[in-house]
């Protein structure tokens, strides 16, 4: 179980901006300063990308945020692919119709909550304000991980779905790209909108793969890896390097400003919940 103060994660977006650490397999992994270009040129597989079927990736190394020891600042991935776009209500529409038990009304709370698919019209009915081609939201985590095993897949793990979230459009490795930085801020300064939009609609990223920033949130199999309290200073507690600004000493990257923000939300959560702005794409 990885650990985090939410108060450190608070403390460092405060006072940092976001970067990122990934290297696939056979490019350099130095950090030395790189040029990057607004007018740079995207890679093959982002220009070609099309919102639909899956991308491959390769096998390669990953920083985690928070790594799993001290000893795994660096942990190795094996290749995989990826839906390229996140699931689309039309995507789900269908799943329900096969699967009447993940119905709206008909699954379980204890596996769907509350608001499980609460901005559809009805069981098999999307409603005016619900985009068919729009990313699904409003879905647990046990709803998504049945609609991937139904489809031969699984959802990404987190460190697999960050390792491919990493990606600019025109670099597998985002972190030295500053417009690739400053369109995540911007992207995560931005409210949920009333009517989500279609995926698919901007620039794919260097591996092909659209929305993973800036559309909605997404599950991943293990959302809960790393535990993020909400104080460091909770009763009993002798751990004193966890309080405010101290509890993030142990971050890969402390100016990764929205990996902090996506570590803390996916602690947040528990796999009943169903929440307007939390979709999900599977992963092979």
Same mark, same amino acid.
């Given at each position: ?17 976001? /970067?990122?650490?990934? $290297? #696939?397999?056979? *490019? ?8 990057? =270009? ?17 991308? &491959?990736? #390769? ?8 790594? #799993?020891?001290?000893?795994? &600042? ?12 996140? !699931? ?8 329900? =119709? ?6 709206? %009304? ?9 608001? @499980? ?14 985009? #068919? ?5 409003? !879905? ?6 049945? @609609?991937? *095993? ?7 793990? *987190?460190?697999?779905?960050?390792? /491919? ?20 801020? &911007?992207?995560?300064?931005?409210? $949920?909108?009333? +009517? ?19 559309? +909605? ?15 460091? =200073? ?7 390097? =966890? ?7 142990? /971050?890969?990257?402390?100016?990764? @400003? ?12 528990? %796999? ?13």
């Amino acid at each position: 179980m990885r650990k985090a103060s939410l108060a450190g994660a608070i403390f460092v977006l405060m006072a940092t901006s976001p /970067a990122f650490a990934t $290297t #696939p397999a056979g *490019e350099a992994s130095d950090s030395s300063t790189q040029s990057f =270009r607004v007018d740079c040129m995207p890679s093959k597989a982002s220009r070609e990308a099309r919102a639909f079927g899956m991308a &491959k990736l #390769p096998a390669g190394s990953y920083a985690p945020l928070y790594p #799993p020891t001290p000893e795994e &600042k660096v942990i190795p991935l094996q290749t995989f692919e990826l839906d390229r776009a996140p !699931v689309t209500n039309q995507d789900f529409l269908a799943f329900v =119709r096969e699967h009447p038990n993940w119905r709206k %009304g008909r699954a379980p709370q204890l596996f769907a909550g509350p608001g @499980y698919l609460s901005r559809w019209a009805g069981p098999l009915e999307l409603g005016a304000e619900v985009l #068919p081609d729009a990313p699904v939201t409003h !879905v647990s985590w046990f709803a998504a991980k049945a @609609y991937c *095993e139904a489809q031969g897949k699984r959802l990404p793990t *987190e460190d697999e779905w960050e390792y /491919a979230a990493s990606a600019s459009s025109c670099h597998a490795d985002g972190k030295r790209d500053p417009d690739f930085v400053a369109l995540l801020l &911007k992207w995560y300064s931005k409210t $949920t909108p009333k +009517v989500t939009p279609a995926v698919g609609q901007g620039q794919a990223n260097y591996w092909g793969l659209h929305d993973l920033h800036g559309l +909605v949130w997404e599950w991943v199999f293990d959302y809960g890896s790393t535990m993020v309290s909400a104080d460091s =200073r909770e009763d009993g507690d002798t751990e004193t390097m =966890r309080f405010c600004g101290a509890g993030a000493i142990n /971050a890969g990257d402390k100016e990764d @400003y929205a990996g902090f923000m996506r570590y803390a939300f996916r602690s947040s959560l528990q %796999g009943s919940y169903a929440v307007g702005n939390l979709g999900f794409r599977c992963a092979r």
